[in-house]
Every structure is written in structure tokens, then in C-alpha cells.
């Protein structure tokens, strides 16, 4: 029988629910510029096939975290929501399908991403949150609840987020590995976190707008001057990385990040799966 999520370390709840809301708020002050609020509105358990109809979109959990969290959101939010990253007005008769729908992933991948760094940080341990698709979960609930997300010129957004029971007893298996604040009945208002710092950040405002050149590296392979005097139209060149392999982002001919190609609005796009810390990405850079 899966367990409620009462039944499950309190502590373990609480960060489950400080770590979305807090990331949910990154991701949209990211695509509006707002300083958005979350709360807690229920923390009653649901499974998938018992939310009404919306968007459901899967995220899949490796490394220390080992399981599934599905996140829905209703149609006319999802709109708003997608809209928002189109920094255009919302359309309500529109139809949540193709690159509307794909809109509406981008904002909440930027979500897990976010929530993958924290998880790292309260645990210790790599974590990743991979996108699984637009599937509608089957497993009951080990821990859900629904957060409500304000801006000064949008919302409420309301949103439900439920993770199956692996998900949960995972991330209690180490309960000392993180730090929360007791639960408490009330419900919290959580603003975006910080940018994490490192040191010299108080002179890195210095240079934020230097520009710099970057760019994607599929693969490589090394070729004689003689087959490269043979190219022609219609020639292939076979690189060194398969087709699942993460694509390279180079920043002055350095690795900063990697990820899968996207289409984004007719242009191609890296949505990021791996990155580091930004002092590791300072200190592999050399800035001209």
C-alpha cells in the first residue's frame, strides 16, 4: 500500500515542498522579470488519474534521488503560463498541443533544473530531474501538495506536484543529509533563492556584459588534408559522439555545459542537462 504523505519524515516533506516552490519562483521571475510568491495550498496526496484534465508533464529522477514526480497544471494556466515565456498576451481559446504545449515544458524544465541543484545541495549528492514527457502519472502519490504562485502582475498560478513513493523513501534514506525548518500548519510564502556566490562575485558585475562566443559542439574527428581536399556535396563525415550523447556547449572554447538540441521558435535551441556550479564555469573561463 503506498503511504500517505503524513506517513512519510516530515523533514523529508518539507523539503520536497521548499525545493519546488522556491524553484517554480526562479524559473518564472527568470522568463517575466517578476518576483514571484508560492504557497502551500493542500498537502493531501493525490494520484494521477484522479486530477482533472490539464497539462501533466513527467520528471524522471536519477542519481541520488531515484523515482518520478508529475506535474500538472490546468489549461487556462498553462496558456498564461506558456504566453509568459512568449512574452506575448494570453490566448484562452488556444489548444495546448504542439510548440504551445513544448512552451509550456521549457518553464517547468527550467523549474527541475533549479530543483535538481537544491535537492544536490540539501543532500550532498548529484541529482538529476530528467524530462519524461507529457505523460499523465499512474502511481499513487508518496508525497503531493498544491502551490499557488503569485506576481505582482500575474497569477495565481496553481499547480499540483506529486512524486511516487521511491522518490520519497530515497530521499529519506539519508535524513541527516539536509537541513529544514520544522513543519508548520500555516502556509509559507517562498521567494526565488539567491544566485549562489563564490568568491571575487563582488566584482563580477564588472563583467557581465562582456560578450562572449559561444557555441555547440556535436563531435569531432580528426581527417587528413586528403580527405578534406575530397569533401564534396553530398559527403559525410561520421563524428566521434553517438546520437544520444549530450551535446557540448563551449564558451571561449571551453565546456560550460551539455545538453540536447531543441527547436525553439523556428531556431535551434540547447536545452541544458548537465552544467556547473557558476565558480566552476568562472574559473574554466578565460574572459578576453
Keep these: 500500500m503506498t503511504q500517505a504523505a503524513s506517513e512519510f519524515d516530515p523533514n523529508v516533506v518539507k523539503m520536497f515542498q521548499e525545493v519546488w516552490t522556491s524553484s517554480l519562483c526562479q524559473a518564472l521571475k ?42 500538472s497544471i490546468s489549461q487556462p494556466d498553462a496558456l498564461l503560463l506558456a504566453d509568459l515565456l512568449r512574452e506575448s498576451a494570453p490566448e484562452q481559446t488556444a489548444q495546448l498541443a504542439g510548440d504551445l504545449r513544448e512552451a509550456v515544458a521549457e518553464v517547468l524544465r527550467r523549474a527541475a533544473g533549479a530543483a535538481a541543484k537544491a535537492f544536490q545541495s540539501r543532500l550532498g549528492e ?8 507529457f505523460e499523465r502519472p499512474t502511481f ?25 513513493e521511491g522518490l520519497a523513501k530515497s530521499a529519506a534514506a539519508r535524513p541527516a543529509a539536509f537541513s529544514v525548518s520544522p513543519p508548520t500548519s500555516e502556509p509559507e510564502r517562498v521567494n526565488a533563492s539567491p544566485a549562489p556566490e563564490f568568491q571575487g562575485q563582488e566584482n563580477i558585475g564588472l563583467l557581465l556584459d562582456i560578450e ?54 523556428g531556431n535551434y535551441a540547447l536545452r541544458v542537462t548537465q552544467i556547473g556550479s557558476p565558480a566552476d564555469r568562472m574559473s574554466s573561463l578565460r574572459i578576453p
Design 126 to 133: 548529484e541529482v538529476e530531474l530528467v524530462f519524461g514527457g
Design 212 to 265: 562572449l562566443e559561444a557555441a555547440l559542439r556535436f563531435g569531432e574527428r580528426e581527417m587528413q588534408l586528403l580527405e578534406i581536399l575530397n569533401l564534396n556535396s553530398g559527403s559525410v563525415v561520421e563524428l566521434n559522439r553517438r546520437v544520444n550523447e549530450p551535446v557540448e556547449l563551449l564558451v571561449c572554447g571551453k565546456v560550460v555545459a551539455k545538453g540536447e538540441v531543441v527547436v525553439l521558435d
Design 140 to 164: 499513487a502519490s508518496g508525497i503531493g501538495f498544491r502551490l499557488e504562485l503569485v506576481g505582482p502582475a500575474t497569477g495565481p498560478l496553481q499547480f499540483l506536484l506529486i512524486s511516487d
Design 30 to 71: 527568470q522568463i517575466s522579470g517578476e518576483d514571484f510568491e508560492a504557497r502551500v495550498t493542500d498537502s493531501a496526496p493525490v494520484s494521477g488519474n484522479e486530477e482533472p484534465a490539464g497539462v501533466w508533464t513527467c520528471f524522471l529522477a536519477s542519481a541520488r534521488l531515484s523515482g518520478e514526480v508529475g506535474i
